[in-house]
């Protein structure tokens, strides 16, 4: 059985930086792909960033240059390094797995969530 921990939000001022970590168990983080998604008040759920077997990452436009996706393998955890963080980062933020467990991440629409998510509140 897949669990993914998360942890590592709070609240923070505008430019402040957090890091988010997700511990999983029943899923190997170096092995599939994996993600980060958020979701604001009154907004659908979005994909932020995910890395692959390789390192490779990807993310989304609005944060390219702020957050950095990574992951220990010999601890089994992926993270989510938040910088220069803005008002507009306020959401909930959840880690993902993708359930046919594929090494490269072919989109964000293929993983999904599992677990408890972590609120991340930006103040200006």
């Known amino acids: 059985q897949v669990q993914l921990v998360v942890s590592g939000g709070g609240s923070v001022q505008a430019g402040g930086s957090l890091r988010l970590s997700c511990a999983a168990s029943?899923?190997?983080?170096?092995?599939?792909?994996m993600g980060w998604f958020r979701q604001a008040p009154g907004k659908e759920r979005e994909g932020v960033a995910a890395?692959?077997?390789?390192?490779?990452?990807m993310y989304t436009d609005s944060v390219k240059g702020r957050f950095t996706i990574s992951k220990d393998n010999a601890k089994n955890i992926l993270y989510l390094e938040m910088n220069s963080l803005k008002p507009e980062d306020t959401a909930m933020y959840y880690c993902?797995?993708?359930?046919?467990?594929?090494?490269?991440?072919?989109?964000?629409?293929?993983?999904?969530?599992w677990g408890q998510g972590t609120l991340v509140t930006v103040s200006s």
């Open positions: 993902a797995g993708d359930p046919s467990r594929r090494a490269l991440c072919p989109g964000y629409w293929y993983l999904e969530v």
């Open positions: 029943g899923y190997t983080v170096r092995s599939y792909c």
């Open positions: 890395i692959d077997s390789y390192g490779s990452t």
